[in-house]
């Protein structure tokens, strides 16, 4: 498992500086002048040298690379032109939403997922509907299905709301950020029901392409399992079909499974930037949405790093699970 963890780490930090690089030269590339976004465009030449020193833009490409690296390791992601604060600080405060949309996301995948490919492997009463549903939802882009969502749960059954994160203009900040967790610590059960009230959809909408593929995954892993020499070595001794299903076929099964997981994360965290766009909640994708629209360029450049190191941190949690549900990975 040490093995596993330190060689996945050895393999982060060069995508990390591929992505730092990708960035940097972006930033290099792009008409907008982040000297005149931070001082304006009729600043005084003596104010304009100033802020070109101090931002570092007349030093040579390498050195200026080198300490874009330095800054980004220790937290400095610049100053956004749209808010003026630290881009570091605009993102620990939308982000926190955005995780949560995710991870709540995340976990109807695994729910959904897992029920389908059982459902359909076992051929369960309603199999056949079932392999329609996941062949018809794989096809559903994002925002199709967050639309349908509106329309079905809002406007016909007017069970979920459609907008913002919560109902509570005095909902607690603190200290997670994260609006489940703070609602439970300050003792406001009401707010933690609303938040999830408001989470449902967006995160089901986000997670019905990726449960599907899941799905169907697992039932092709599952099918090849319960074929295999092994589990009918476990019929012959007498095993019945639910302790092979759970205990020879499933964690045979969860490699090609993971692997596909890890692979849906980053669509995931991309497509959650539409959907909280359509929903109108306080996360990155409504916060990118801005910076683009306004050409705030260091707080895209933040975003796509944070991100990047998002997408990494959750491969690797992929590649350490994998290595529990089959221990020859460690090889």
Not at 125 to 132: C, E, K, T
Not at 255 to 269: D, E, K, S, T, W
Request: proline content about 6%; overall charge positive.
């Amino acid at each position: 498992m040490a093995t596993v963890i330190g060689r996945r780490f050895l393999g982060a930090v060069p995508v990390l500086l591929v992505l730092t690089l990708v960035v940097f030269i972006l930033q290099k590339v792009a008409p907008v002048d982040p000297v005149a976004a931070l001082v304006g465009e009729k600043a005084p030449p003596d104010v304009y040298a100033a802020a070109r020193h101090k931002l570092w833009l007349d030093r040579p490409l390498p050195v200026q690379f080198t300490h874009y690296i330095v800054q980004a390791v220790q937290g400095n992601l610049g100053q956004s032109s749209v808010t003026r604060t630290p881009v570091a600080s605009d993102i620990a405060k939308f982000l926190p939403v955005t995780l949560e949309l995710v991870f709540t996301a995340m976990l109807l995948v695994v729910i959904i997922g897992f029920f389908l490919g059982l459902a359909t492997a076992q051929g369960w009463r309603g199999s056949g509907v079932l392999r329609l549903v996941m062949v018809s939802g794989a096809s559903v882009p994002v925002f199709l299905a967050c639309l349908l969502g509106m329309v079905i749960f809002y406007r016909w059954l007017h069970l979920l709301p459609i907008t913002g994160q919560t109902s509570y203009y005095d909902a607690p900040t603190g200290p997670t950020h994260f609006l489940l967790i703070d609602s439970l610590l300050s003792g406001r059960p009401q707010v933690f029901l609303d938040d999830l009230d408001h989470l449902v959809l967006p995160a089901l909408c986000l997670a019905i392409t990726p449960a599907v593929a899941v799905g169907r995954v697992l039932r092709s892993s599952l099918e090849a399992a319960l074929r295999a020499d092994h589990t009918r070595t476990a019929r012959a001794k007498g095993l019945g079909e639910k302790r092979i299903l759970i205990q020879h076929a499933l964690r045979n099964s969860l490699g090609p499974v993971l692997a596909l997981m890890g692979l849906q994360i980053a669509a995931m965290i991309g497509n959650s930037i539409v959907v909280e766009i359509i929903f109108a909640r306080p996360g990155i994708g409504l916060y990118i949405s801005q910076a683009i629209s306004s050409g705030d360029f260091n707080a895209i450049a933040g975003v796509t790093l944070v991100v990047g190191l998002l997408y990494v941190a959750a491969n690797l949690v992929v590649d350490l699970l994998q290595s529990v549900a089959d221990p020859r990975v460690d090889v």
